[in-house]
């Protein structure tokens, strides 16, 4: 992950950036943000500065994280003791629900459990990461709104996508939407040069 991300992102998309700092300063971050994106790029490391916002302990008047704290790095380098990550799997790339009462590693019961233990350190908030959140069944979606509506304290969630009118109403009404559009692609391989070359 590449460091100073809170400089990157003020210079992309320096609105939203103002917003949620100036939310931490006064106490108004939302519990649930929705990171919808085009960019799978963006969407990752947006829901990492969103979660430094959230919990860097020495950030600055203006609300803006140091990036070089434990907490920063470790959620940097995924080694936050409370950063939980919920990612689609399978053939179908899809989050399931998961069997109650012992449900299967990354299903959204899993998730959700994790919010409900009690913390065995002292990182301060958990912070749950719904990667591609448009891969959750109608099912997983459902389960998952109470968590939404009433989530447990210390608890900040960020749901990514890049089709957030795939997600049930319901589900993207329980979030506080963050539109990070960049409107191009990217293409990374080799032969790329001559790709462009090709179509003059």
Known sequence: MPPMLLQKYTEQFPEVITCLQKARTTNRLAHAYLVHSDDPEVREEFALLAAMIATCPNI???GAPCETCNTCHGLLTDAYPELYRLTPRGKMYMIKVGDSPNPEMNTLRWFEEMFYMTSTSVAGKKIGIVSDC????????????????????DTFFVL???NPLALLPTTRSRCQLLPLLCNHCKFEFNEVKDLFSALH
Not at 136 to 152: D, G, I, R, V
């Open 160 to 162: 990514t996508t890049a």
């Open 60 to 62: 600055s008047a203006d």
């Open 134 to 153: 448009d891969r959750m069944n109608k099912e997983s979606q459902n389960a998952f709104l109470k968590t939404l509506e009433e989530p447990p304290s």
